[in-house]
């Protein structure tokens, strides 16, 4: 039987893409900072993708260094159901048929086999689009806390779906266009600011909208769930979502120190851009990333090329060989890097965090992936917005509309075009055209530091989080105790 007393002991499941297996490596290294100890299960695949990009060829622990600094973590490994050659990115949708119905059973015989060989584990901690977590939990007796890694009005907008298709937003043969103002918490949302695929109109019967569905039947019966956003940025949509379950605002989950000494969970080789940045004035500089995920096609790369050729600003653009897809590498306009020598860098992937830091960068092009609008936030970049998929059309709107922080590459209807690119870029780099920007920035960075000062809004809650778990912890284990005597 388990200690009535024991510490948290989590096994820890990130979703098998970059965006996700980051905050959950940072949340790890916290909650083992404050005494847990921690299970880490990536997949095969993501673990080879790891270590082939830290220049190893045999598969390593990025957990090692944590462990000499005493910290509780150990690092394992399960399978997704596919060869680690598979092409997941290129058979997008076999590969997640596989993680909605193949996948549960590889993590059930691998928990199964965790918690006999270590009977003090008593929680589990699952990204929050997993269809399996309160089956495996009630299994093996854990604690269920689920994890999104994206901002409370996404959480919202998923938890509320029948709301939207109910009243002809979603899932309807001609998805109604007017302001949506019946979420609880959200005062308003425009249609083309939800997901994308809350944006669908016919096709809603995909792989990821079964995930999406299962995931979020699943998710009302978690014991807790962390967010990774600020309670000080979205308040009314916090507040509406505790009268349905606990949920935790702690973030951002950052790497310990931020910029030094944090753990490389990167699936590409990254590339040093320090010594390039060190050469630019102060604020000269924009960096362009699309993230790790999304495809863009061939034209579009080619507009913002023109466009950044056009705006005679200097740049660092993250160009990832799969960008236009697996298949296509050859996707720059012919000479575009000759033309850029001196001002313009192109790296397939570097530490994003040590580039938007770098004084010298003075905005950010972006996908608005979650993870780096919080990452621009601390470092105090403005941001210019060009959603591609999934929440970033949501990230979008509390970027541009909401916290004031970034513009849009351009208008939702309009095409995107070399000269419109252009002229946004040199807006936002020239200081004194984007001083309105530049000086919001500086207040919603303010509040994000003071929310993860010691007696900051996110510490708050995490030791909240840390409290009412433990308390779970031990009314599990006193039921299970009372089972078990039952049967002696």
């Known amino acids: 039987m388990r200690e009535i007393n024991q510490k948290p002991h989590a096994i820890m499941f990130p979703y098998p893409l970059q965006g996700h297996v980051i905050p959950f490596v940072n949340l790890a290294l916290k909650l083992a900072s404050n005494g847990f100890s921690i299970t880490f299960v990536n997949t095969e695949s993501i673990h080879h993708q790891i270590s082939k990009a830290r220049g190893h060829t045999i598969d390593q622990d990025i957990f090692s260094e944590a462990r000499k600094s005493r910290l509780d973590i150990r690092n394992v490994t399960v399978n997704d159901g596919f060869p680690i050659g598979f092409d997941r990115s290129l058979n997008h949708d076999q590969f997640f048929e596989g993680i909605l119905h193949v996948f549960s059973a590889h993590v059930d015989e691998l928990v199964g086999n965790l918690v006999r060989e270590n009977p003090k584990i008593n929680c589990l901690i699952v990204d929050t689009f997993y269809v399996w977590p309160s089956m495996i939990a009630e299994k093996y007796n854990l604690v269920n806390i689920s994890f999104f890694t ?16 109910n009243n002809g937003h979603f899932a309807s043969s001609e ?40 995931s979020f039947a699943n998710i009302k019966k978690a014991d807790f769930i962390i967010c990774n956003t600020i309670q000080n940025l979205e308040t009314e949509t916090i507040s509406a979502i505790q009268k349905n379950q ?15 000494g944090s753990i490389s ?44 050729l056009l705006s005679e600003v200097n740049f660092i653009w993250v160009l990832r060989p799969d960008i236009v897809s697996s298949d296509e590498t050859d996707f720059l306009p012919v000479g575009f890097e000759n033309s850029i020598k001196g001002r313009g860098l192109i790296v397939s992937w570097c530490r994003q965090i040590d580039v938007i830091s770098h004084p ?15 990452e621009s936030i601390k470092c105090g970049v403005p941001l210019i917005c060009y959603p591609l998929l999934t929440d970033q059309f949501t990230n979008r709107k509390l970027v541009v509309d909401d916290l004031k922080i970034g513009i849009n590459l351009c208008d939702k209807k309009s095409i995107l075009l070399r000269e419109g690119v252009s002229e946004k870029i040199k807006y936002l780099i020239n200081g004194e055209k984007s001083e309105d920007v530049r000086e919001q920035v500086k207040k919603v960075r303010k509040m994000l530091e003071d929310a993860m000062g010691t007696n900051g809004l996110s510490e708050i809650n995490f030791n909240q989080f840390n409290k009412d778990l433990k308390a779970k912890i031990a009314e599990n284990i006193e039921v299970a105790r009372k089972i078990y005597n039952g049967w002696h």
Request: hydrophobic share 35%; with cysteine; charged share 15%.
């Open 360 to 374: 010298a960068v003075g905005g950010f092009l972006t996908h608005c992936g979650w993870n780096s609008i919080l």
């Open 246 to 260: 606990p949920f935790y605002s702690i973030g951002p989950v950052f790497p310990p120190g931020f910029t030094t």
């Open 150 to 165: 994206e901002p409370a009005l996404v959480f919202t907008l998923y938890y509320h779906m029948e709301l939207l298709r």
């Open 175 to 214: 998805n109604r266009t007017d302001e949506i103002n019946y979420i609880p918490g959200v005062k308003y949302i425009m249609p083309t600011d939800l997901t994308s695929y809350l944006q669908a109109k016919d096709n809603i019967s995909t792989p990821v909208h079964r995930i999406i569905y299962k």
């Open 265 to 308: 969970s990167s699936l590409w080789a990254e590339s040093d851009c320090t010594q390039w940045l060190n050469k630019k004035p102060n604020g000269s500089v924009l960096y362009v990333s699309f993230g790790s995920y999304a495809h863009i096609s061939k034209d579009v790369i080619e507009e913002i090329a023109n466009g950044l």
